[in-house]
């Protein structure tokens, strides 16, 4: 069982920040050469991982390529992917598939089509190219990284730490660690209610992405931009951050806020309908519902303005109800739970926040602009997704990046680094807070404001509103941080209204329609893809 940190300092080779597939791939692959601790801020499998449905794409079928997967990721991302990364990726993914495939991930089998995986296809591919375990792809991944992670003996983990920042010089004694380099981290231990350092000679940023900035998303609690803010505060630059994918189809429900509908729903003939009946989506792309997700979801959202609906409907209904059950199980169990058979009456969607397709800029090897400090994952801006992420792509990320950081880390390692006398988390001005109504009431506003005004559709006047709420919450809530304690909610608020200001100052900054991010006030798109580079020596706060 995941063990907790026995003292402090706590001092490893390596400190992994996260527990999905990024984190826990990056682990795997620096243990049989280093010492690795591995924080999660809740249990192991609480990430965006274990959510994951769709599946993972690759070349895996006669007469798919890796240039026919390297376009289709190109047009999907509007062009702003930076192709060396595209084509990184790609040609990794085969055997990142089966390095799982030896850890015992079950993918579904295609023996009926002759085929050693059934591979399906989802919007924006040309081929079937997704290898999937049924509907619940990364729960298996998931499982499987974890089984191998708590049976080796160099891997440390430990949950229930939630981390508060990076250790840089500025927290270390002595003239000799003078140069900028990331020594580690604090993390509350939420049990013990205690900050400790945790000090390494080489940190990976493995936290995933921000969803949870906005009111409606598809995540778990815990994607709150931890390590976007954190890398934003130790100096590191942040890139696209203006790029938040929507997904399409989240289920609309009064008892559930946040379950996903998987893409591959449409991708296996689903249909999207007006209460009416009516199929909408060929007034907007000629590719309908295997459009890519940016453009469905501004369909959607076109359509329930249009008509003042509160969601729209998928339908499997026309499909036989043995390969809805077969190829969805998940799904399929889940809507009968709240009554509902996918297999004879649509399910009601609606678009929600779901993925970070900017974040800390990074090279192939992962590396930051901060030396000592790595990450992979959808911390991330790498180039692969640009303006907008291909579906099945996600974990793809994560585990090619994964790889390249732990060999990045093996080529660079210098065991002849010091390890620095770290300063302790000082205390001494703070209290335990008896105002925690702030805290939730600043959540409320933000995620609220931040789904009205830097949603879906923007204006140059919602991002002006939401730039102002937004200055005002980073002083309350700095001034509320310099006084209390920290707890988890406080963190995580913290690193939300970081995560917001960068998304709203990147969106202000283009001044086109690109991929995901799309404005009324500017709704061509420019000839020259650029990327959005924000860097904290030069913004002002």
């Keep these: 069982m995941p063990r907790r940190a026995p003292h402090d300092p706590f001092t490893h080779d390596v400190i992994v920040l996260g527990s999905g597939a990024a984190g826990l791939t990056a682990a795997l692959n620096l243990a049989p050469h280093f010492k690795v601790a591995v924080l999660a801020k809740g249990e192991l499998g609480a990430g965006s991982t274990a959510w994951a449905q769709g599946g993972i794409a690759a070349v895996l079928e006669p007469g798919d390529t890796f240039e026919s997967h390297i376009e289709d990721t190109m047009v999907a991302g509007a062009g702003l992917n930076h192709r060396a990364t595209v084509e990184y990726v790609v040609e990794n993914a085969a055997e990142a598939i089966e390095r799982l495939a030896a850890l015992g991930v079950p993918f579904n089998s295609g023996e009926a089509e002759g085929t050693r995986w059934h591979l399906t296809r989802e919007g924006g591919h040309s081929h079937r190219r997704i290898v999937h375990v049924d509907d619940a792809t990364g729960w298996a991944v998931q499982q499987a990284l974890q089984a191998a992670a708590l049976a080796h003996p160099n891997i440390t983990l430990l949950t229930g730490h939630v981390a508060v920042d990076l250790i840089t010089e ?63 505060r130790a100096g590191c630059r942040v890139s696209n951050m203006e790029f938040n994918q929507f997904h399409p189809t989240c289920l609309f429900h009064p008892k559930v806020k946040n379950f996903l509908i998987s893409e591959a729903l449409r991708g296996e003939g689903g249909h999207l309908l007006l209460p009416n009946g009516e199929r909408f989506m060929a007034r907007h792309d000629k590719r309908l519902e295997l459009a890519p997700r940016d453009v469905v979801a501004r369909a959607i959202d076109a359509e329930m303005k249009r008509l003042g609906l509160s969601h729209v409907l998928l339908d499997m209904s026309h499909l036989p109800p043995d390969f809805v059950r077969q190829h969805f199980p998940m799904i399929h169990g889940r809507l009968l739970d709240l009554g509902i058979d996918c297999t004879i009456e649509p399910i009601p969607v609606v678009p929600a926040a779901h993925y970070s397709c900017g974040g800390v800029l990074v090279d192939l090897a992962g590396r930051t602009d901060l030396p000592g400090l790595w990450a992979t994952g959808e911390v991330t801006q790498s180039g692969l997704h640009g303006a907008n992420r291909l579906a099945s792509n996600s974990i793809l990320e994560c585990l090619v990046f994964g790889q390249a950081v732990a060999d990045d880390i093996a080529r660079s390692w210098d065991a002849r680094l010091p390890m620095p006398d770290v300063r302790k988390w000082d205390e001494s001005r703070v209290t335990d807070s008896d105002e925690e109504v702030v805290v939730s009431h600043n959540w409320d506003e933000l995620r609220r404001f931040m789904w009205d005004y830097v949603g879906i559709v923007r204006t140059d006047k919602r991002l002006e509103r939401a730039s102002h709420r937004v200055k005002l919450l980073r002083k309350e809530v700095a001034e509320y941080y310099g006084n209390f304690r920290v707890t988890p909610d406080l963190i995580e608020l913290r690193n939300l209204v970081t995560v917001a200001d960068l998304i709203v100052r990147s969106a202000r900054a283009r001044k086109e329609s690109r991929g995901l991010h799309f404005t009324t006030d500017y709704p061509a798109t420019l000839n020259e893809a650029r990327d959005t580079v924000l860097d904290p020596v030069l913004v002002r706060s």
Excluded at 176 to 205: I, M, N, Q, S
């Design 170 to 232: 500025r927290h270390v004694e002595g003239e000799r660690f003078a140069t900028r380099r990331c020594h580690g981290v604090y993390a509350l231990d939420v049990e013990a209610r205690k900050v400790r350092r945790f000090v390494a000679r080489g940190v990976v940023l493995a936290t995933g992405g921000a969803s949870r900035v906005y009111q409606y998303s598809t995540n778990p609690d815990g994607s709150t931009g931890d390590g976007i803010a954190m890398a934003w």
